[in-house]
């Protein structure tokens, strides 16, 4: 665990060649005292409007702004972002403005308890958030859209008032979880020019703060920083460094989940190699990768034919007409246990097929786990993409109509009399498939590199067979997605 003042090693610092805050005019902006304020306050603005809409405007989920651009803007953006970028929504989330007034009123707050500070409730937080969007059908309701938005809003600020190291962030919410699992495969990340300027520096105001700037409140240390995990990309370190020593720079792609052999010498260890590794060895952040690619797929699969024709079945079987309950059972094995056994199945394959045998901390069965599951993060990364990109594609003109609408109805014609209803898609169904296609391939392939990365950084000849039984695994969930792509899938807040 890292701590205050102490430094990592420097394995994983990106090369600063590349830096978006020394983009002239960009840099600028971003490290402007104001710069998040900016990003947040359209972002705001946005949600107020959907609140307002959701709770007063058309019923129907295709011709309200809050159902629109929560489930069809939103998702596709924000995965193009991740790709692209980073954690562009968590920087501009304006969820977080209450909580920045919380933090402020109730000074630092009390530490969040320690038995929560892991990613055990994040991962059931997550689990329950799709849960609930299935059950409540929340895509299909303007009112509960714009409740689940407010209710952000309050957890943010409830949460913030109370504890420090901005547990709603870093614990709780679910979308912010969702970020930081795909912005592993992210090309950007947080890190410090100068290591030596670090070493020397007194204040640490990057995660201290001073009395002008807020330091990082998720208790992240620039120097030590790994990964993109817990970095909201809101840049209050950039801000508050006094050296501008903060760099937002490129990384070598799938540098996060991949291990680094580090050769040590042989007199100062009897184990002269030793595995570095990006991730932590956890189980919680091992387990929540693969909960990520396992709920990508079955909420996917919640959207075809063959999850009503499962649902009818269990509810024979069960005697009962719950649609929640039948729904809780299936998320409950196909996000928890399915991820839970599985992994654990390959880990312990894993272990016997390789350096199982040898007494070393890189060989526990732990280990194991939190050093392969991460590798499925850019096949998770895919199945997401497809399949928000497959409803983005599909519908996201219709906001053109949706915002005429709304504007007509407030008495604003600047955008037409008449709401274009017609408009939808911007690619054909062909060509969204065909998207769907390449982009589970890229992902699954990403995985597979990950993977014989992992397995090449063992040093040993037992490391190949050793990643076999994941490689069975990913092999599997890829060709899962494949067939559930080729369902036809329910075309949610869209004209009919
Ligand atoms: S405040 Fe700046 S120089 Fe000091 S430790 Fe943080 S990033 Fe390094
Ligand atoms: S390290 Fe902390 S302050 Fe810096 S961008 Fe990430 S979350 Fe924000």
Same mark, same amino acid.
């Given at each position: 665990m890292t701590t205050k003042g102490a430094f990592d090693d420097e394995l994983y610092r990106p090369s600063t060649a590349f830096d978006l805050l020394r983009v002239p005019g960009l840099g600028w902006l971003l490290r402007w005292r104001w710069g998040r304020l900016a990003l947040q306050l359209p972002m705001l603005a946005l949600a107020l409007v959907l609140v307002y809409d959701g709770l007063t405007g058309a019923p129907l989920a295709s011709q309200n702004i809050a159902t629109v651009s929560v489930w069809i803007h939103y998702r596709g953006l924000v995965m193009l972002a991740l790709l692209l970028v980073g954690n562009l929504f968590c920087m501009a989330c304006p969820f977080t403005l209450p909580r920045t007034l919380a933090r402020r009123l109730s000074g630092r707050g009390r530490r969040w308890p320690r038995v929560l500070r892991n990613k055990w409730l994040a991962v059931g937080v997550f689990v329950l958030y799709l849960w609930l969007y299935e059950a409540l059908d929340l895509w299909a309701s303007p009112a509960l859209t714009a409740w689940l938005v407010i209710g952000y809003f309050g957890a943010a600020f409830v949460l913030e008032a109370l504890f420090a190291e901005s547990p709603f962030c870093k614990y709780v919410c679910p979308l912010g979880t969702f970020n930081f699992l795909a912005s592993s495969i992210s090309p950007l990340q947080i890190t410090a020019r100068s290591a030596d300027v670090c070493r020397t520096c007194v204040g640490k105001e990057c995660i201290n703060g001073s009395t002008q700037t807020l330091g990082c409140g998720l208790e992240l240390f620039v120097p030590q920083i790994k990964r993109n995990l817990d970095c909201t990309f809101c840049l209050d370190c950039a801000r508050a460094c006094p050296h501008d020593n903060v760099a937002l720079a490129a990384r070598r792609p799938l540098s996060e989940f991949i291990p680094i052999a580090l050769t040590l010498p042989a007199a100062a260890t009897p184990q002269p190699r030793r595995l570095a590794s990006p991730w932590p060895r956890r189980w919680d952040t091992a387990f929540l990768a693969l909960v990520f690619a396992f709920a990508g797929l079955t909420n996917a699969f919640g959207m075809t034919p063959p999850v009503y024709a499962l649902a009818a079945a269990l509810s024979q079987a069960l005697g009962t007409q719950s649609e929640a309950l039948i729904l809780a059972l299936i998320f409950g094995v196909f996000m928890l246990l399915l991820p839970a056994a599985l992994g654990l199945g390959a880990a312990w394959l894993s272990r016997r097929a390789g350096a !199982? *045998?040898?007494? *070393?901390?890189? @060989? @526990?069965l732990r280990a194991i786990f939190a050093r392969y599951a991460p590798t499925v993060l850019p096949l998770a990364f895919a199945i997401w993409f497809a399949h928000y990109w497959f409803h983005f594609a599909s !519908?996201?003109?219709?906001?053109v109509p949706v915002m005429q609408a709304f504007l007509i109805d407030h008495g604003v014609t600047v955008l037409g009399r008449q709401p274009n209803w017609t408009l939808g898609p911007i690619m054909s169904d062909d060509a969204a498939f065909l998207l769907m296609l390449a982009a589970l391939a890229v992902g699954y392939l990403a995985s597979l590199y990950g993977l014989s990365r992992t397995a090449a950084a063992e040093g040993n000849a037992r490391a190949r067979p050793a990643m076999l039984p994941w490689l069975g695994l990913w092999t599997a969930l890829a060709l899962a997605a494949l067939l559930v792509f080729s369902w036809p899938m329910e075309m949610r807040g869209m004209i009919g």
């Open positions: !199982g *045998r040898q007494q *070393r901390p890189e @060989s @526990s !519908g996201a003109l219709t906001i």
